[in-house]
């Protein structure tokens, strides 16, 4: 059978703009998503917002 593939998304630092994260967001969300994640370039938690792919 076949299945559907999620939407992945793709997460950029606010302060280094590079991009560390992916992650899979679901159709009833509209809103753009913003995490606190560690970011391995600036070696601390910063603020990661939702990018175009």
């Known amino acids: 059978m076949a299945t559907k593939k999620k ?3 793709k997460l950029v ?3 280094c703009k590079r991009s ?3 992650t899979n967001k679901t159709k009833a969300v509209e809103e753009k998503l913003e995490l606190l994640k560690f970011c ?4 601390k938690r910063t603020k990661h917002k939702e990018a175009k792919r």
Do not use: P
């Open 7 to 9: 939407k992945r998304t």
């Open 40 to 43: 391995k370039y600036c070696k």
């Open 20 to 22: 560390t994260y992916f």
């Open 13 to 15: 630092c606010e302060v």
